[in-house]
């Protein structure tokens, strides 16, 4: 994961999924895998540590992969813009 990212470009942003399927569904795998990672620490001292620290990582894992995903088909990242979304509404 760390040498995928290595050759990513640098956030600004945040990132928006979409872009092309296989980023989409990596990102629903990150979505999934943090409701699991909020379960656990919600379930307090009855969840492992290291569960919950797995969990961590591993979505963090999905969030690279969907970038790396899309860097390598070619397919641009859309970056979210507060900023332009707040003019829209104007």
């Given amino acids: 994961m760390d040498r995928m990212n290595e050759g990513l470009p640098s956030l600004r942003s945040f990132v928006l999924p979409g872009g092309c399927r296989m980023n989409a569904e990596l990102h629903v795998c990150r979505t999934v895998c943090r409701r699991a990672e909020r379960i656990c620490v919600t379930m307090g001292a009855l969840a492992d540590p290291e569960v919950v620290r ?35 509404r104007e």
């Fill in 54 to 88: 797995y969990l961590n990582r591993l979505s963090d894992a999905f969030f690279v992969w969907s970038r790396w995903a899309s860097w390598r088909l070619g397919i641009p990242e859309t970056l979210w813009e507060p900023n332009e979304a707040a003019a829209a």
